[in-house]
């Protein structure tokens, strides 16, 4: 099977070409390739396949095989992938990309002919419930902000958890520099816990951000089906519109992921958020399966 790897931010899946490959078993193939000693390594398996409705369907696996509705990243690199490899006209700058969550429009920047950069319309975010609640977690309550963008999301402010998060924290207080504490922080616990809750039946994606200004933030993901990971797309535009909705951001914001930036819009007049960000090519090899 050929496949290339490629990342946006570090989010990295190995992406496949189902418009010449046939795969019978993605999910126990994501299970299997992700493995960072055993197979090639990534966050998942996305397979790129032909669509009666858009120039093609994003088909996304999770490290643990689990199917995924959405990934901003890897809308990214599907994006620049049939662009550079030519299942698009290199006149394009624009593009529709298919997924479970449903259709997605793009618009790309190409440099040397190949894409550099791509803007996504994230669609309009949904609020799951109050603009605040709560949840016990390990015995502790931790105030989200739950939202969808095409995956649930549990955005937890740090400035709302001093007390909370102090017990899964490297550090014994949070005053001071709230980037370092974020950095510091220990989130498999706690992101475990909030995937596993009764709460979200059906597992959740948990952002931790610390607000830097109105128009900056930094946070770290804990994605259901595969841990923490370098970024996500939809937790960042998820994280932005939660702190658009409560008054603590303004309309465009730099999100500062582990694996790079992110730069977030919202359109108060349409109610859509566009996420503009990277995608690399990091190699393409072939694998027996």
């Known amino acids: 099977m050929r496949f290339t790897k490629m990342q946006g931010c570090g989010n990295d899946y190995i992406y496949v070409n189902c418009f010449e490959e046939k795969i019978s078993d993605p999910s126990a193939l994501a299970v299997r390739l992700s493995d960072r000693h055993y197979g090639i390594g990534s966050d998942g398996l996305i397979l790129i396949e032909p669509s009666a409705k858009a120039d093609a369907y994003m088909h996304m696996f999770n490290i643990d095989g689990s199917e995924g509705r959405m990934c901003g990243n890897g809308v ?3 994006t620049k992938y049939i662009y550079d490899h030519a299942l698009i006209h290199p006149d394009r700058r624009n593009a529709v990309i298919d ?4 259709l997605k429009e793009v618009s790309f920047d190409v440099c040397g002919e190949r894409v550099s ?3 996504v319309d994230m669609g309009i975010p949904q609020l799951t419930g109050l ?6 977690i390990c015995g502790k309550d931790i105030r989200f902000t739950g939202v969808d963008t095409g995956n649930p999301h549990a955005v937890v402010f740090l400035e709302d958890n001093n007390v ?5 924290s490297k550090c014994e207080t949070i005053s001071g520099d709230l980037r370092s504490f974020l950095a510091g922080l220990g989130i498999e616990k706690p992101g475990r816990a909030m995937e596993q809750s009764e709460r979200f039946p059906d597992g959740v994606n948990t952002e931790f951000i ?6 900056e933030i930094c946070m770290r993901v804990w994605e259901r089906g595969s841990g923490e990971t370098l970024a996500c797309g939809t937790g960042a535009t998820a994280s932005v519109y939660a702190g658009i909705m409560l008054g603590r951001l303004e309309k465009e914001v ?10 977030i819009r919202y359109d108060e007049q349409t109610g859509r958020c566009y996420m503009t960000g990277p995608a690399v090519e990091v ?3 072939d694998i027996q399966i």
Do not use: N
């Open 131 to 136: 603009h605040t609640e709560t949840v016990m």
């Open 254 to 263: 730099l999100v500062h992921l582990k694996g790079g930036d992110l730069v």
């Open 76 to 78: 990214r690199c599907v």
């Open 283 to 285: 190699f393409t090899g």
């Open 99 to 102: 997924t479970l969550s449903g």
């Open 210 to 215: 610390c607000i830097v200004s109105r128009k």
């Open 164 to 168: 909370s998060l102090e017990p899964f």
């Open 117 to 119: 950069s791509v803007t």
